[in-house]
């Protein structure tokens, strides 16, 4: 997939812009997974804005590819790109948390607002996955399956059943996603419960594996397409991206993994956004 | 009286509802031979899925069917299929999904022993909003059960045992979820059975009756939840006393619950029968039952004890 410059302006400048309403959301409702949900909202905006099948007038258009956030913690990330293709209301964004709210702190199931099913006990996502791949078989529809999973959940039993369970049944049509940030809400996913090496587990299993850099825009589109491409087995995308990417303070740490920035962690993680939004917009690229 | 054991009866009524109804998919875990799910297996291969000794795996892949429009029914048996994947489970139910769990190997198992009896599957299921229990007490039931659910939506949970219950019922027996069944008029002491325990206790009534002197009501309640409250409370009240049974441990079972909305409701002295504090063993089912206090004896004693208090 090739990616014009001015396109991928446009798309980084919407992702900070997803980026600063997460923050609004979470430190609103004083509680919230910051980390997590900066890590993988590159891969969520990417796969609604210009990988999967969807028809942003109807959330429950019946030929529209599935996505399952099996990391329900990255809501946040989910609802802010929801409402950036059109599903929700932005004011609704900041209700998260709330009595009464449809955003609630993990996903729960509403297609209205294109939500597939609820999720946020990790470890069932993959499941669910496959499930939905193998009903879109036996239909004979051309749907595909999206699963995004946290690697930290990689930890879950049930997800390794998913994996062999997918490729057993050739679930060309399930595509999972892994945000590779390396760390999970005690600290590094190594020390906590290794997984390394990981693409080779997932190769065992006898899955495709692609692995993509999280901050390289065309690579994670090329990466989608040589998904898309592949017929015969199910396909894993191993994207190494950043917890808390594009704010200082919150990358690389667990520290903000499930914590809501206080006032002046906010004020300054959105100038730091702001920063990053004026040197796009000066042409400055902020990633090499 | 004529015996079918409750798994075939199932089994044949997978294939039927497989033809008529193009939706079902069928899931097991690696149990089909033991679950008679084979049978839907062999005449409709391309719908049933065998998801391997992976109890949440196979859980997880019903609801990715159940949000695509599919009518998964899932088995295995009961203790693995509820305790394994009862957080699965607990999601289907949170979202609603049309899914059927319809388990074999309840209550005791037999010679597999201790570790594969289902004595707490009951507790497990019945925290659960959303989802219907329910534990039928004869093939004829189990089919109207199971006509029930297919034209149902939502998340239902079946067992059914290891082996054959005598039938009990009409053919033109009508399954009313939720509806007390009185399977025998009495005045005074009111078994309240569910599945093995009806059975139970309407054999037991006729020897009690006459060894004490006393006149006995059978109600079957195989619907576990819901539960129909009044009419519970119509056929309980004009009794002195309630016994509850079940082939289930007695901690947090059906006559939990039937203690929970009598004391509510219509409070009145009760005794329970099922298995207390302990997993079973191996052995013959019958000399399980009868080994661990599911017998006419145990009910009778029960029941003595339930009219000393009556009178006080």
Same mark, same amino acid.
């Given at each position: ?18 980026? =600063?309403?997460? !923050? ?10 910051? #980390?997590? $949900?900066? $890590? ?73 607002? #294109? ?48 994996? *062999? ?13 892994? &945000? ?109 | 009286?004529?015996?079918? &054991? ?5 089994? %044949? ?62 088995? #295995?048996?009961?203790?693995?299929? $509820? ?32 570790? +594969? ?13 959303? !989802? ?11 089919? =109207? ?23 009990? +019922?009409? %053919? ?8 007390? &069944? ?21 054999? $037991? ?42 082939? +289930? ?20 002295? *009760? =005794?329970?029968?099922?298995? %207390? ?22 009910? *009778? ?12």
């Amino acid at each position: 997939m090739t990616l014009s410059e001015a396109e991928g302006k446009k798309i980084l400048h919407d992702i900070l812009g997803i980026k =600063k309403d997460i !923050l609004k959301m979470i430190f609103q409702a004083q509680s919230g997974h910051p #980390g997590g $949900s900066l $890590s993988c909202v590159t891969i969520i905006y990417l796969l609604y804005n210009n990988v999967m099948r969807i028809n942003r007038e109807d959330p429950q258009w019946t030929e529209r590819d599935i996505f399952v956030l099996s990391k329900g913690h990255a809501a946040p990330a989910l609802y802010a790109v929801l409402s950036k293709i059109g599903f929700i209301k932005r004011k609704d964004l900041f209700t998260l948390r709330q009595i009464g709210s449809d955003l609630q702190g993990h996903p729960v199931k509403n297609l209205k607002i #294109g939500i597939e099913i609820s999720t946020g006990s990790l470890g069932m996502g993959l499941s669910i996955g496959v499930g939905c791949a193998l009903a879109a078989k036996l239909n004979n529809e051309e749907r595909l399956i999206y699963v995004l999973l946290g690697d930290g959940e990689l930890n879950e039993g049930s997800i390794w059943e998913a994996v *062999m369970a997918g490729s057993h049944y050739k679930l060309d049509n399930l595509i999972a996603i892994v &945000d590779r940030n390396g760390i999970q809400n005690d600290g590094s996913t190594e020390e906590i419960m290794a997984l390394e090496p990981l693409a080779e587990k997932w190769k065992a299993f006898g899955w495709e594996v692609i692995e993509t850099d999280g901050s390289n825009l065309k690579e994670i589109l090329q990466g989608f397409e040589r998904c898309k491409s592949i017929v015969g087995k199910p396909k894993v995308m191993i994207s190494y991206l950043i917890k808390g990417a594009d704010v200082s303070f919150m990358q690389h740490t667990q520290k903000y993994h499930g914590r809501a920035p206080n006032e002046e962690e906010f004020t300054l993680a959105l100038k730091e956004l702001e920063d990053i939004e004026n040197d796009l917009k000066r042409g400055i690229p902020h990633n090499e | 009286m004529s015996e079918q &054991d409750l798994r075939d009866t199932f089994g %044949e009524f997978l294939v039927k509802i497989g033809h008529s109804n193009n939706n079902v998919v069928v899931l097991d875990s690696d149990l089909s031979s033991s679950t008679r799910t084979y049978k839907f297996a062999k005449e409709y291969p391309d719908r049933f899925f065998n998801m391997g000794i992976a109890e949440q795996n196979m859980l997880g892949t019903a609801l990715g069917f159940a949000i695509s429009g599919k009518v998964p029914v899932v088995s #295995g048996f009961s203790i693995f299929t $509820s305790g394994r994947a009862w957080e699965f489970i607990r999601l289907a139910c949170h979202d609603n999904l049309n899914i059927k769990i319809i388990t074999t190997h309840s209550g005791f198992v037999g010679g597999d022993g201790s570790t +594969h009896n289902a004595l707490e599957d009951l507790s497990l299921m019945c925290s659960l909003p959303n !989802l219907k229990i329910l534990n039928p007490s004869d093939n004829i039931e189990l089919i =109207k059960m199971l006509e029930y659910i297919f034209d149902a939506k939502g998340p239902f949970y079946i067992r059914l045992p290891r082996g054959s219950f005598p039938k009990i +019922h009409n %053919e033109d027996y009508k399954f009313l979820i939720g509806k007390p &069944d009185v399977v025998k008029e009495g005045d005074d002491i009111c078994l309240v059975g569910t599945g093995y325990g009806t059975i139970l206790a309407l054999d $037991s009534a006729p020897y009690i009756e006459k060894k004490l002197g006393i006149s006995i009501k059978v109600v079957n309640l195989s619907s576990v939840k819901p539960i129909n409250i009044s009419a519970l409370i119509k056929e309980i009240s004009n009794t002195k006393g309630v016994v509850a049974l079940e082939e +289930h441990n007695i901690y947090c079972g059906f006559g939990s619950i039937l203690a929970r909305i009598i004391s509510e409701y219509f409070p009145m002295p *009760m =005794k329970f029968i099922g298995i %207390e504090e302990s997993f079973g063993q191996s052995g013959n089912r019958e000399k399980l039952l009868n080994f661990y206090g599911l017998n006419k004896e145990k009910i *009778m004693e029960k029941i003595k004890h339930l009219l000393i208090s009556v009178r006080k």
